[in-house]
DNA sequence: ATGAAAGCGCTAACAC
DNA sequence: GTGTTAGCGCTTTCAT
């Protein structure tokens, strides 16, 4: 285990100055006028020792530390890890790492991790905030940190933010059932006061009101075991079995819907239409395959850290923010084919 | 924008010197016998003013980052990301943060991304190898770094490693279609020669063997985009009319292999009883319920982070390894019930 | 019981 | 063109 060789190591051994080893590696021989000769001899020395600066150093002395944190939801949510797939290798090509962090949706536990960060000197933040962060995430920007918002936004702070059109997603939806023949549709989610939440609601209920239905809203509880998501919506839709179609909230609680609706043995679309809100694999090969509002994953994330690394490289102002909203793609499939009766 | 605080600028605001801050705020302030009264003023001044550790600095000092490197094959598959999440949420307990990468079993990808991480100062590592990595491996060993492979292991370097009993599992699944009266039994799977992959090809191969049945192999090349696992699955499903079962070597290529049959109108499992390894949520909810050969996955990131967790507090040597195979779960669904003909 | 000071490895302003 | 040097913020030995 050999000791590690610092600038210093190869300074001495070439008979020259840390510096002139510095400016050659950082790429600022050139503009030092450095000469050839010394550069490829430096450069030769350091290859065939091995020589690997401490980043760790480099961060102190510079205040940069090239990492983006990441903080999503939950990183074994199909969506967030997609996400995150895509950042990580944007930034990876534009010499940035990814830490990151599965907030939970839990305030405090968010607090306490953009402390974390902040202390290791993170660069910059792509977050997909949980309620009340607004004055962490305005701290942040107020220390000339860049932050990127993503799959919701925080209504009382002015940040950059990438979203998918949510209530035109469900909008479209059930609007699409309405059509389609369906009377009683209800909308089943997560009980969530956060924004993308609300709008999914909203796109519901505006449509059903455009079409002079009946609303039936069921909102479950979040929990980290399954069978606490699927039973209360057995439940529900045990006591409304007027229902002739349903859309689900999120590919979680579609997921869990799939399976009550499963141990209901109600038919697809026969008893029961379906529709649910992010598209995924399981909504794809599920007999029947299930319609679904898919969110544009690739571009979401394209969209997310454009905007962080203009920021990063300075190209636009910290302060000037840029909201997008993506529209999303209604995936139709027979889950929600036209009601026959 | 206010200048952040440094260990000096409380000292100094506090008439006392930098050491005895740092003594306090390390918890040395009993064993250093500073006084009480002091102690209590340091810390309420801290509190106060809102100071925050360089961390970055604290880690040049210590040569410890805290900081936990995970790289696995690619974040977006649901089975790494699962266990992407447990180990999370056991390194934050332990005061890690992580880091991660996706290798996409890309050996020099990986060999850059360990470069990557040793410049960074990364405490441990977990890794889930691709092939050819031995060297870069034992070299961070030899640097008196702990590094835990997972889901695979490196047949000629001697680590620690958590897996599951691939040769088992796959196994098992092939002799139960075998006893429920299944002649023409396939295997499909990722043309890959790594070891946990050869395994789960040799307990088929062995189970195939033992039944006096006849083997089919088809190896797929993986791709990132799915139309090209799926294409060669259907080719080899029609060229191959007479099998009655197919065994899927991975969750992805389950996935895809389902849509595959799904094209070919094929009835599962009347016309192909299927098993796949890994289960995950598309197996469960699948028209029929496809039966799977379930990672432990909860134990896996146990084990894993246990074991990395010992050597970085020096419980145990960093020499000294451990191999834990893991025994698979059969989650037997109707995809495989027992052949009515 | 408390403080002075030497570095960890690197960058960059300044001097020659 | 190249070298000297002063930090970045922290820990820790040694002195008092």
Redesign the interface.
């Given at each position: 285990?050999k000791k590690r060789l610092s600038i210093a190591d190869i300074a001495e051994a070439l008979n020259i100055s840390k510096t002139s080893v510095s400016f050659i590696l950082n790429g600022q021989a050139e503009e030092k006028r450095i000469s050839k000769k010394l550069v490829d001899k430096v450069v030769q020395y350091v290859e065939e020792v091995g020589y690997?600066?401490?980043?760790?150093?480099k961060?102190?002395r510079t205040g940069k530390?090239n990492?983006i944190a990441l903080m999503v939801e939950?990183?074994?949510?199909?969506f967030f890890?997609?996400i995150?797939?895509l950042i990580?290798?944007r930034a990876?090509q534009n010499g940035y790492?990814?830490?990151?962090?599965?907030t939970d949706n839990d305030t405090a536990k968010t607090k306490d991790m953009i402390?974390?960060f902040?202390?290791?000197?993170v660069d910059g933040y792509i977050i997909a905030p949980p309620e009340g962060i607004e004055d962490d995430i305005l701290s942040l920007q107020?220390?000339?940190l860049p932050v990127v918002l993503f799959d919701r936004y925080l209504q009382h702070a002015d940040t950059d933010y990438v979203i998918t059109d949510n209530k035109a997603g469900t909008h479209q939806a059930t609007n699409m059932l309405a059509k389609n023949g369906y009377k009683k549709i209800a909308f089943i989610t997560f009980a969530n006061p956060q924004v993308q939440m609300r709008d999914r609601l909203q796109g519901y209920l505006d449509a059903i009101k455009q079409n002079n239905l009946e609303h039936f809203v069921a909102e479950v509880l979040f929990s980290r075991n399954d069978q606490d998501i699927t039973k209360p919506i057995l439940d529900f839709l045990n006591q409304h079995k007027q229902l002739d179609a349903v859309v689900f909230g999120t590919n979680h609680v579609g997921?869990c819907g799939?399976?009550a609706i499963?141990q209901l043995g109600l038919k697809v679309p026969d008893d029961l239409a379906v529709i649910s809100f992010d598209d995924y694999?399981?909504f794809?090969?599920?007999?029947p395959p299930v319609t679904a509002i898919a969110q544009p994953i690739q571009q979401i994330a394209n969209q997310v850290i454009n905007l962080l690394l203009n920021k990063l490289n300075g190209a636009t102002d910290i302060l000037q923010t840029q909201q997008i909203v993506i529209p999303g793609q209604l995936h139709i499939r027979s889950s929600s084919a036209a009601k026959i009766s």
């Open positions: 285990m690997k600066p401490n980043l760790l150093a961060s102190l530390s990492t939950d990183i074994s949510n199909p890890a997609s995150a797939r990580e290798d990876y790492r990814i830490t990151y962090c599965s402390g974390i902040q202390d290791r000197h107020k220390n000339n997921a799939l399976k499963q694999d399981v794809q090969l599920h007999s």
